[in-house]
């Protein structure tokens, strides 16, 4: 390719030949700008930019990879426009190329450092939806502790994610850098050229990425291994191009480079006491095959190259923690090469022209929207995609509403990436949705569970197993079958089945077999175990809303069968018909389920016991619990509180409201409170000692609190009464196999400390 920087006229006849060219091919481009009055007019404007350094030639700026030592390039970019270095394409890996195209397409280095600086980088290698998107039925199961852990099963075989970070929030981040989503013929039409590298993964290959929309080009260009999800492009399933070419000398050279300028960032091998995970034995492996293919491309350059080499020290590639570290690393580096760059220098007034011609982006008006296509899904149906963006056909393109839908129908659960495209046809154009379901679903296997010991010989145990179905049918009917062993043994399934495609309205089917060890205590004393038999099935029509709350209304008929499992006969065996109408609704709205620090919750269950439905007994049950956290810093505080059990009769024992054990009375054991009617509150405060990686949860804490309980009984059959306290100091953390909490609890009226040790959900 020429250079488009030529002396005089010519390169003004060059650099229109280029955009005339786009024109030509690119039917994106509205057909005003075709006018030879127009273009006479931009060839005026550009030619004082035309003017090029004394040595003549192109000159193209190569950026290597580096992960989050890539932002390293900033750095250097600054002192190049300081030294009034003007360039004639971009070529970049990995995080080289999302800088360079963000310079390529016309970004200013103070603008790419601000959203650098403003990025939320945690959230973006997240691998997670934040808690106040997901779906309602998972915030459920995270509350029981019913999915710790997750993972597909098809074919015989435990299937696996293909990466540890999808990239979703990445993608809108690089849309962002790119300033558009359109399909591009070709990179040429920036205000520089532009090329990215990537390795096709099937074979091998380098793959020069010069056309399609950039955001996409820019992803696949990072595409770790084993980190990030892969891309597919034209067939190909395209991953990091560092592992062919990191410092992409050659195709710099063939763009537009009679002369290079070479920033490399180096990617040397982490110590030995760096190597604890998984994906840093990924990367360190990535990194030693780097270094092999960087040296080549060094000895490619000559002498009318330079190279800037920047030295970062203990940084690493997923340092992004440290980001902004790397910007003055690099400058220091440009500033010791000084001397080689200072030959690609020009004048102030050559380079204010070529940087106002790079800065100025043409903008177009929003175009009016044809048609959503959605590709690339296996079992999530395309409807349940294109029917929540058809609002956009026939508006203009409104961008910001059309992120935050996509961002919504992400949320859901199903998918492992969804990002979109525009093919512009003139003022007019069609949405293209690129979307992945989970390699490993649709059927997954989910564990939790957890246990309680008060050291004391008593606690209860809970593990937790659980299959589930997702998108039986095209209106989204999910099954789901749990399985717990413990203290409390329980086997039950639901089938979930909204009533059409996106409805909020459900109807869900359950059944459930249980049996379970109640605890009796007269005065402070274990007097016997009670077991407890309980079959119910029934039907619930229900009406979720949105991602934080649901209602519902069902019937439910069974049976309850009870004796004695060891000690004192102190009740009666039972041997009852059930049945009963229930009305339940809750509201989620918590950060987190265990430690939050924002949000509230809230739920109440209403339950009619009727000779009606089926009963032998003839009660009334509620329940009313509702939460709420507020933080500052690292101090949170928390507050609680909950209203059960019958308002004016006796209750069967099995229906009772147990309380004690950690968050539950902390100075008394487990289930050694219990009444017809309790008022429970909390008030809690915890201190964030110090974050946690990701992929083991979300902090460490340490805290106190203070609980009260108000009980009352309707008969004389051992219910406590009265006024219970609680006050506990405690050290915890928020896992991602749940809860840990191991604390100290007293209680003035028990006048005893009692020290436990809770993980995950046993009960």
Known sequence: MNSS?????????????????????????????RLPTLALALCALLAPVSAAPAQGGGVALV????????????????????????????????????????????????????????????????????????????????????????????????????????????????????????????????????????????????????????????????????????IEDDGRLLVDGGLVQNLPVDVGRSLCGDRVIAINLGTPPSRRDRLTSATEIVLQAINLALEQNVNQQLERLGERDALVQVELGDITSMDFDRVLDTIPMGERAAREAAASLAAFSVDQQTFGRWQAQRLARWRRPAPIIDSVTVSGLRYVPSESISAGLSGHIGKPLDTAALEEEIDELY?????????????????????????????????????????FADFEGSGAVGLYAGFSRRWLNDWGGRLNVDLQIGTTNRLRGELYQP??????????????????????????????????????????????????????????????????????????????????????????KLDSPFFPRSGYAANFLLERHSGDYGSDLDYLFSEL??????????HSLLFQFSASGSPDRDLPPVARTLLGGPLRLSGYRYGEVWADQTVYARSAYYRR??????????????????????????????????VRRSVSLFVGADTVLGPLYLGAGYSPEADVVRYYLLFGQPY
């Open 5 to 33: 920087r030529g002396r005089g006229g010519n390169g003004c006849v060059t650099r229109m030949a280029r955009y005339h060219r786009g024109l030509e091919i690119n039917p994106l481009l509205p057909m005003s700008w």
């Open 63 to 230: 950026l290597s990879g580096g992960g989050a030592r890539g932002v390293a390039h900033l750095g250097v970019l600054k002192v190049l426009e300081e030294m009034r270095i003007p360039v004639d394409c971009v070529v970049g890996t990995s995080m080289g190329a999302i800088v360079g195209a963000g310079y390529a397409v016309g970004l200013s280095v103070a603008e790419m450092e601000k959203r650098v600086r403003s990025a939320d980088w945690e959230a973006m290698f997240a691998n997670s939806v934040p808690r106040e998107r997901q779906p309602f039925r998972d915030k459920q199961d995270a509350v029981r502790n019913r999915s710790a852990i997750v993972m597909g099963y098809g074919n015989g075989r435990v299937l696996l994610p293909q990466s540890a970070v999808s990239g979703q929030a990445l993608d809108r981040f690089l849309q962002g850098l790119a300033g558009q989503s359109e399909v591009m013929s070709s990179f040429d039409l920036l205000a520089l050229p532009f090329r990215a590298v990537a390795t096709d993964l099937e074979t091998g290959a380098m793959v020069v990425l010069d056309k399609g929309p950039l955001w996409r080009a820019m992803r696949a260009s990072m595409a770790v291994p084993g980190v990030f999800l892969p």
């Open 411 to 451: 949320s859901r659960g199903d998918l492992e990436r969804l990002r979109y495209s525009l093919v512009r046809e003139g003022n007019r154009g069609g949405l293209r949705i690129e979307a992945a379901d989970k390699t490993w679903g649709p059927n997954f296997l989910r564990f939790g569970g957890g246990l």
């Open 499 to 588: 009533l059409g495609l996106g409805a909020s309205w459900f109807v869900a089917p359950t059944a459930q077999v249980s049996n379970r060890a109640v605890p009796v205590y007269v005065g402070g004393k274990k007097l016997s175990d009670y077991k407890v038999r309980e079959f119910e099935a029934g039907i619930d029509l229900g009406y979720e809303v949105g991602a934080w709350g649901e209602v519902r209304l069902g019937v439910r008929k069974g049976s309850t069968r009870t004796e004695v499992l060891s000690g004192l006969d102190l009740y009666p065996a039972l041997d009852l018909d059930t049945g009963w109408l229930r009305l339940s609704g809750a509201i989620d």
């Open 625 to 634: 619990a509702a939460e709420t956290a507020v933080s500052r810093g690292r």
């Open 689 to 722: 000692m110090t974050k946690l990686p990701e992929a083991l949860g979300r902090g460490v804490y340490i805290g106190a609190d203070y609980e009260w309980a108000k009980l009352k009984a309707y008969a004389s059959s051992g219910a406590d009464e009265g």
